[in-house]
C-alpha cells in the first residue's frame, strides 16, 4: 500500500485532474463535506486516504458531463 504523502499527492494530482477536465464536478466535490482523518492513527489515515483517492479516481471514470 501507498504511504501517506504518495496518496496525498495523487489525491491533489486527481483533483488538478478534475477540475481542468470537468470543472462541474471540481464544483460538487468542493461543495461535498469532507471527513477529516483522525491523525492519532497513521494507519487509519492512510486507508481514508486510500478511500478517498479510490472514491475520486472511480468518479472521473465514471462522471457524464450534461452537455
Same mark, same amino acid.
Given at each position: 500500500m501507498k504511504l501517506e504523502?504518495?496518496?496525498n499527492a495523487d489525491i491533489l494530482n486527481i483533483t488538478m485532474k478534475i477540475r481542468n477536465v470537468y470543472p462541474e464536478l471540481y464544483k460538487y466535490l468542493n461543495e461535498m463535506t469532507e471527513t477529516? +482523518?483522525?491523525?492519532?492513527? +497513521?494507519?487509519?489515515n492512510t486507508i481514508v486516504l486510500f478511500n478517498y483517492y479510490n472514491s475520486l479516481d472511480s468518479m472521473l471514470k465514471e462522471y457524464k458531463p450534461n452537455h
Open positions: 504523502n504518495e496518496l477529516i +482523518p483522525d491523525i492519532s492513527k +497513521p494507519e487509519m
